[in-house]
């Protein structure tokens, strides 16, 4: 069998937390030891000289290479394309795209580098598996150094239709660069679509064979594979974390009033300040809501050296107060905003004694956390889903509550349908939802990419350049 050779923004080392470590970390290591492998991207270090050769590691049938980013790196390639430019418009965010040329330059001279690094430890049948945006001109740097290898690409967030994709600035060489991979994976058919709409307006090439396309001297193919979770995996975790020390102290803390639960990194993709403006619209029904639940947002701060994500800690800040302050009572508030982060067995408890979860992201590759929830709940008595229409996990859980997540009254009603919903209806629901989460799992998704990989025509040549 032929070695897999994974490649991610990051690399998570042997050794490090377990219970911290998220459900693709989990899934990509199990992939390496199937055949033995290697997992190469950054360290997460930041140093002024970068060794001219990777670090290595090993532990078993797996080989871990890391390189470090220098200050500049950071700043351009991660911070200033990669999450100011890259990342807003992959959610449709036009508006708080900030594009710079230069930061584009070093966006592609760093995938130019990671390809130089990794392309003498590939071997001739290795078959490689690159992760997500950071990455996306990975392939092309490869084929030209003459990888002719088998290359798959998968994205994790969303895809924008060609209408909103040529906003960024030489948007072409993006598309271009997404068509020297042989597989290009996305979460939905929708984003698929996007891409291949793309190819054809963007790249002036063809359509083969519905999901086939041909562009820039290259063939290839674009396919759905809707990431999911180690179902049962994490419902034993709930099932035993459930009964921590923590969990006991959060049912404790509700002094009987029900638990909604929401659980997001800080981005303006995950609709925060809308749910918020819902829980205040819920906290002014005093006759029957007010004082009856408690709303706990986690929230850990992330990317913080981005100007758009400070003043959103601003607006988050502010808005949870406000809401407080007008609302509260001197034995209850209904928002407790949290921003620190907790393992993932302490989440799958607070996911299982949680009446609603909460997910309204405006626009999401998928959303894992809906997938928690549900696997989380307990058969006997299950809570309530509400999602948002424009999360990935949406088209496999039509049974949850879809929401539009920028209609505060419309997320507020489904609070009210939620908290009064009988044990029959939640039952119900649940069931269907956790059917679907049992079938497409974490497993389910990595072994039909790379089935599907497996099969795809392997390059002979190089092609596709990336061009700045």
């Given at each position: 069998m032929p070695r897999l050779i994974v490649v991610s923004n990051r690399v998570v080392l042997p050794g490090g937390s377990q219970a911290r470590a998220g459900g693709l970390a989990i899934a990509i290591r199990e992939a390496l030891q199937e055949n033995g492998g290697l997992w190469f991207g950054w360290s997460g270090e930041v140093e002024e000289a970068v060794a001219p050769e990777p670090r290595t590691v090993s532990r078993g049938n797996i080989t871990y290479a890391i390189t470090d980013l220098t200050p500049t790196e950071h700043e351009l390639y991660y911070t200033a394309y990669s999450n100011a430019a890259l990342w807003p418009l992959l959610h449709f965010r036009l508006g708080l795209i900030e594009y710079r040329r230069n930061a584009a330059q070093v966006y592609f001279a760093v995938n130019r580098r990671f390809a130089g690094l990794l392309a003498p430890m590939i071997k001739p049948d290795d078959v490689i598996w690159v992760q997500d945006y950071h990455l996306i001109p990975l392939g092309s740097a490869l084929r030209e150094l003459g990888v002719a290898n088998r290359i798959g690409f998968f994205l994790h967030t969303p895809f924008p239709p060609p209408e909103v994709m040529m906003a960024l600035p030489r948007h072409e060489r993006l598309v271009e660069a997404l068509c020297a991979y042989d597989l290009v994976g996305f979460q939905t058919d929708e984003n698929r679509d996007a891409f291949l709409r793309c190819v054809v307006q963007i790249g002036n090439g063809a359509i083969e064979d519905g999901s086939g396309f041909a562009a820039f001297g290259r063939r290839g193919r674009a396919e759905t594979f809707p990431i999911g979770i180690d179902t049962e995996t994490f419902a034993e975790l709930a099932r035993r974390a459930a009964d921590s020390s923590e969990a006991r102290r959060l049912e404790d803390s509700l002094n009987g009033r029900t638990l909604i639960l929401g659980i997001d990194r800080l981005d303006y993709s995950k609709g925060i300040p809308e749910r918020f403006e819902a829980i205040a619209g819920l906290s002014a029904d005093s006759a029957a809501f007010r004082g009856q639940f408690t709303y706990l947002q986690i929230t850990p701060h992330s990317r913080g050296e981005v100007s758009q994500y400070r003043a959103l800690r601003r607006q988050i800040e502010s808005l949870a107060g406000r809401i407080n302050g007008r609302f509260a009572e001197f034995d209850w508030s209904p928002i407790r905003y949290v921003n620190r982060s907790f393992t993932r067995a302490t989440l799958a408890g607070f996911n299982r004694h949680a009446r609603i979860g909460l997910v309204t992201p405006l626009r999401d590759g998928m959303n894992l956390v809906?997938?928690?929830?549900?696997?989380?709940?307990?058969?006997?008595?299950?809570?309530?889903?509400?999602?948002?229409?424009?999360?990935?996990?949406?088209?496999?859980?039509?049974?949850?509550?879809?929401?539009?997540?920028?209609?505060?009254?419309?997320?507020?009603?489904?609070?009210?349908?939620?908290?009064?919903?009988?044990?029959?209806?939640?039952?119900?629901?649940?069931e269907a939802m956790m059917a679907t989460v049992r079938r497409n799992t974490i497993d389910t998704w990595r072994v039909s990419f790379l089935a599907a990989l497996a099969n795809a025509q392997r390059a002979v040549v190089p092609a596709c350049e990336a061009r700045l």
């Open positions: 809906a997938k928690e929830f549900v696997a989380a709940q307990d058969p006997a008595d299950p809570g309530v889903l509400i999602l948002s229409r424009f999360a990935g996990a949406a088209k496999q859980l039509p049974t949850a509550l879809l929401v539009n997540p920028i209609d505060v009254d419309e997320i507020a009603n489904a609070l009210r349908a939620g908290l009064s919903m009988s044990l029959a209806e939640r039952r119900e629901r649940w």
